[in-house]
Nanobody
Framework: QVQLVESGGGLVQAGGSLRLSCAASGRTLSSYAMGWFRQAPGKEREIVAAISWSGGNTYYAHSVAGRFTISRDNAKNTVYLQMNSLKPEDTAVYYC?????????????????????WGQGTQVTVSS
C-alpha cells in the first residue's frame, strides 16, 4: 500500500505562486509514475501534470503548460508541483496520484484510471 499526503495548498492572488508537495509512505516511489490532477466544483477531475518514474519525461495539460512544473525527489519520496502565474481558473482541489510499477522509465500516465493510489487532496484558491 502507498499512502500519499498533499500539502502546500492555500489562498493566493492571481499572478502568485504556490508549490504543492506530495509525500509518500508505505512504499518507495522510485518506480512509480506520478501525476497531479485537479477537480473544480461541478467539473470532472482532470490531469494537470505527470512524470515518469525516472523523472526524465513529463506531461502538462495545455492549460498549465509554461506555468506549472512537476518534479520529483525519489530520495525524499516526494513529488512536487510548482505553480506560477496562477489564475482564478486554477482554483480547485489538487490531488496527487501514483501508478504501480510497470511503465518504462520514459513513460508517464495521463488518465485517471491509470493510477492506483490517490491522496486526499489540497485546496488551491486563486483570487482575482
Amino acid at each position: 500500500q502507498v499512502q500519499l499526503v498533499e500539502s502546500g495548498g492555500g489562498l493566493v492572488q492571481a499572478g502568485g505562486s504556490l508549490r504543492l508537495s506530495c509525500a509518500a509512505s508505505g512504499r518507495t516511489l522510485s518506480s512509480y509514475a506520478m501525476g497531479w490532477f485537479r477537480q473544480a466544483p461541478g467539473k470532472e477531475r482532470e490531469i494537470v501534470a505527470a512524470i515518469s518514474w525516472s523523472g526524465g519525461n513529463t506531461y502538462y495539460a495545455h492549460s498549465v503548460a509554461g506555468r506549472f512544473t512537476i518534479s520529483r525527489d525519489n530520495a525524499k519520496n516526494t513529488v512536487y508541483l510548482q505553480m506560477n502565474s496562477l489564475k482564478p481558473e486554477d482554483t480547485a482541489v489538487y490531488y496527487c496520484a501514483a501508478r504501480v510499477p510497470g511503465l518504462s522509465e520514459r513513460h508517464y500516465a495521463t488518465g485517471r484510471g491509470d493510477y492506483d493510489y490517490w491522496g486526499q487532496g489540497t485546496q488551491v484558491t486563486v483570487s482575482s
